[in-house]
């Protein structure tokens, strides 16, 4: 009897505890909507999402892990949690594992046993209790962060503390970038700008996973970056801009400073200094540089091709050597970008000797040439790359020379094109460019005889003549920097249109959590 008195009392108490947890269950449902991962939006486009049900949630006492010993892996872990706490108010701790554990909540891990991923690819995982975020590099680690932030409300982007919660929907993502070269081209000699600013596009960059930055630091309107052995570059050179403001340059300590800012998240900078054509800042600071030793003026127009280097002038390569080699200390990624567009006033027959030995000097000084694909003119150095914007017919030239290609057809990834005729900002000589337009092609059917192993990348150019701050900046440049960066990224077959606009309608609150102004096309159903 007792017992059977004991038993009943016992099923009581259990019944009232699974009530409450069935009832706590559909309090929490109500509270909390479904969580799919498939249904996030996640630009660029993943290879592949598998959904499970559930959610992680980050919490205040979530733990990210990292590998014990590796330095780069801790400086990802860091940056994770400092990406975080801003906007959860948590103060996510970093604690170093064995590299075999599983030890806390956020794992992030090296294993060299998955090569399918690549040097920058990873598999996520999350499921209700732990993730992990899996690659062969910090790099693959660091854009697996990337997509695991675009999986959070985009409320996790402000920089004050926001209401939460923070659930991850449960699932798998593996991911790996078809192109190396994911870029973007900011013009800091028509309109110079501060290195916060550069810093501000990094980081704006970073979040589509894009991994160089490269800097056009010279060209008629203005020198933009410090060189001791040729001080009145910057002392004359750098003291105006378009419209004729106060222009600036970096000195070398702050250029050391954003290579390293931009190396801190897997960006490459890329240094061009432009020649022998859009060089009038230089041809203004140094007599000597010019056929006739004259000095010209400072020029604060919008004008092309009228500048040139005296390319018969021994003492104009001893410039460039010097130039180079003192950027070239300064840089350590593998390219320098020597210009070569736009050189109208340089016969053809002083073009291709200078443009080859640019190369030579370039070479020198350990760097590998990119330049505009008007050098495909010239003899090519093997690990040349061309930038293909103007002329098929000289990416292609360039690719029978056997050259890589960067693409940056201007009438697609100009972002400093019009998106139509009533766009406030920007010029149209490539055309208008809407954000369909921007994201409709694929590099690899662009040019007849340019194939997927002809193209290192796909890089967006943002020249300055009309663009004088990072609010007007953003404006050009989002959302098709966004579309560029999947075309990039993602494989070809598998982006449409449709799917990406749906996407890109979605993603509008993560622009504003994220403070980019960007242009509201009517193209896309945007939700705010
Ligand atoms: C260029 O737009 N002149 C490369």
């Keep these: 009897m007792k017992m059977h008195k004991r038993e009943k009392k016992n099923t009581g108490w259990k019944g009232m505890i699974v009530g409450m947890m069935v009832l706590s269950l559909i309090a929490c449902r109500h509270k ?8 996030r939006s996640i630009i660029p486009l993943p290879s592949s999402i598998t959904p499970e049900e559930g959610a992680f949630r980050l919490k205040k006492r979530t733990v990210i892990a990292v590998d014990e010993g590796n330095e780069q892996l801790k400086a990802v872990g860091d940056y994770l949690a400092g990406l975080f706490n801003p906007a959860t108010g948590y103060e996510l701790r970093v604690k170093e594992v064995k590299p075999s554990s599983e030890g806390g909540d956020i794992r992030l891990t090296l294993s060299n046993d ?7 690819g990873y598999e996520l995982k999350v499921s209700r209790r732990h993730m992990v975020i899996r690659a062969n590099t910090p790099a693959g680690v660091f854009y697996g962060i990337q997509t695991l932030r675009q999986l959070l409300p985009a409320a996790i982007e402000k920089d004050s503390v926001q209401p939460g919660p923070w659930l991850i929907p449960a699932g798998t993502i593996c991911d790996c970038p078809v192109y190396e070269h994911r870029g973007v081209m900011l013009d800091v000699a028509r309109h110079f700008f501060p290195p916060e600013d550069v810093k501000r596009l990094i980081d704006e960059m970073t979040a589509f996973k894009l991994n160089r930055l490269h800097l056009h630091l010279s060209d008629d309107q203005g020198w933009r970056i410090e060189i001791k052995s040729w001080p009145r570059l910057t002392e004359i050179g750098a003291q105006t801009q378009v419209g004729g403001g106060k222009g600036g340059y970096y000195t070398q300590e702050e250029y050391k400073a954003l290579v390293d800012y931009a190396a801190s998240r897997f960006i490459t900078l890329i240094p061009e200094i432009d020649m022998p054509g859009h060089t009038n800042a230089a041809l203004a600071s140094y007599a000597e540089l010019n056929c006739d030793g004259k000095a010209r003026e400072l020029y604060t127009g919008t004008n092309v091709g009228f500048s040139t280097l005296c390319t018969r002038k021994e003492e104009v390569y001893k410039f460039i050597d010097d130039v180079v080699g003192e950027i070239s200390a300064l840089t350590p990624g593998a390219w320098f970008h020597i210009g070569g567009d736009e050189s109208h006033v340089t016969p053809m027959e002083e073009y291709i000797p200078f443009i080859e030995r640019a190369q030579e000097i370039v070479a020198r000084h350990d760097k590998q040439v990119i330049g505009w694909d008007e050098i495909s003119h010239a ?22 020379k056997g050259a890589r290609v960067i693409m940056s057809p201007a009438d697609r990834t100009y972002l400093d094109m019009q998106y139509d005729s009533l766009c406030p900002l920007g010029l149209h000589w ?61 494989e070809a077959a598998r982006r449409d249109w449709d799917d990406y606009r749906n996407r890109l309608g979605r993603f509008a609150r993560r622009f504003q959590a994220m403070g980019i102004r960007f242009y509201h096309s009517p193209r896309v159903d945007w939700q705010e």
């Design 430 to 490: 490539a055309g208008y460019v809407e954000v369909d337009q921007a994201y409709n092609w694929d590099p690899t059917t662009l040019v007849e005889g340019i194939g997927r192993e002809h193209i290192a990348g796909v890089e967006s150019p943002i020249w300055t003549e009309t663009i004088t701050n990072m609010d007007d900046l953003n404006f050009m440049a989002f959302p098709r920097l966004a579309g560029h960066a999947e075309i990039g990224w993602s």
């Design 32 to 39: 909390v909507p479904e969580q799919n991962m498939a249904e």
């Design 379 to 400: 003899g090519l150095r093997p690990g040349t790359i061309v930038q293909y914007w103007a002329r098929a017919e000289n990416a292609k030239r360039a690719v029978e």
């Design 114 to 120: 998955a090569p399918d991923l690549g040097k920058e």
